[in-house]
């Protein structure tokens, strides 16, 4: 069974940067894709990044050139590096996958949260201006 637990949110001013980390276990990246998701209060949940199945990466374009996405599969933690936060970054994020994901990066990213099956619980991620 594929858990998924994020770590490393918290409070930061507008310029500032954090790390994420997401702990997977019970997933196969070969045959999977895995992403991160932010949902701010009173809006819908949202895309930040996708690796597919090959390790491609697709990011939305209010984070493109600010945030980064890695796999370690040796560690078995998903990353995103958040560089140059806004307060519009201000929400919550969660981590997914699904364990069968077959097209590239940016087709998944395009497809929306809605078809990955397994999900963290979510790490709070705050921007103070």
């Known amino acids: 069974q594929v858990h998924l637990m994020e770590s490393g949110g918290g409070s930061v001013q507008s310029g500032g940067s954090l790390t994420l980390s997401c702990a997977v276990s019970g997933h196969t990246y070969e045959s999977g894709c895995m992403g991160w998701f932010r949902q701010a209060m009173g809006k819908e949940r949202e895309t930040v990044s996708v690796?597919?199945?090959?390790?491609?990466?697709s990011y939305s374009e209010s984070v493109r050139g600010r945030f980064t996405t890695s796999l370690d599969k040796d560690k078995n933690t998903l990353y995103l590096a958040m560089n140059t936060l806004k307060p519009e970054d201000t929400a919550m994020y969660y981590c997914?996958?699904?364990?069968?994901?077959?097209?590239?990066?940016?087709?998944?990213?395009?497809?929306?949260?809605?078809?990955?099956?397994?999900w963290g619980q979510g790490t709070q991620v705050m921007v103070s201006s």
């Open positions: 690796i597919d199945s090959v390790q491609r990466k």
């Open positions: 997914a996958a699904d364990s069968s994901c077959f097209a590239q990066a940016s087709y998944i990213l395009r497809q929306g949260p809605s078809r990955f099956a397994y």
